[in-house]
Nanobody, 124 residues
């Protein structure tokens, strides 16, 4: 099992940027695909982006393509989410998650471990 701790959220104006980090502990981190989800008030949790075990393959939801970038540093057991050109509709709690597989995941059912989340609030 992988334990995950997110950081880097905050309050930012529209058009601004943030870098979210997810520190993982556990021996299997390097074998797992990772992902970032978000959940806005009153909405279901949605998969935003994911990355395969070695960082060579990624997936992005249409709503964030061109604005969000996922990356990972297996030597540091950390996955990152660079978010740019933020919009008020990006306001949500962002969660890091570990997949049961090594290949990039495109559905939430593949994810088995979750962090506690970090709040991102975008003001207009």
């Amino acid at each position: 099992q992988v334990q995950l701790v997110e950081s880097g959220g905050g309050l930012v104006q529209a058009g601004g940027s943030l870098r979210l980090s997810c520190a993982a502990s556990g021996r299997t981190f390097r074998n797992n695909a990772m992902g970032w989800f978000r959940q806005a008030p009153g909405k279901e949790r949605e998969l935003v982006t994911s990355i395969n075990w070695n960082g060579f393959s990624t997936y992005y939801a249409d709503s964030v393509k061109g604005r969000f970038t996922i990356s990972r540093d297996n030597a540091k057991n950390t996955v990152y989410l660079q978010v740019t050109n933020l919009k008020p509709e990006d306001t949500a709690v962002y969660y890091c998650a570990a997949s049961r597989h090594a290949w990039v995941a495109r559905t939430s059912v593949d994810f088995v471990s979750w962090g506690q989340g970090t709040q991102v609030t975008v003001s207009s």
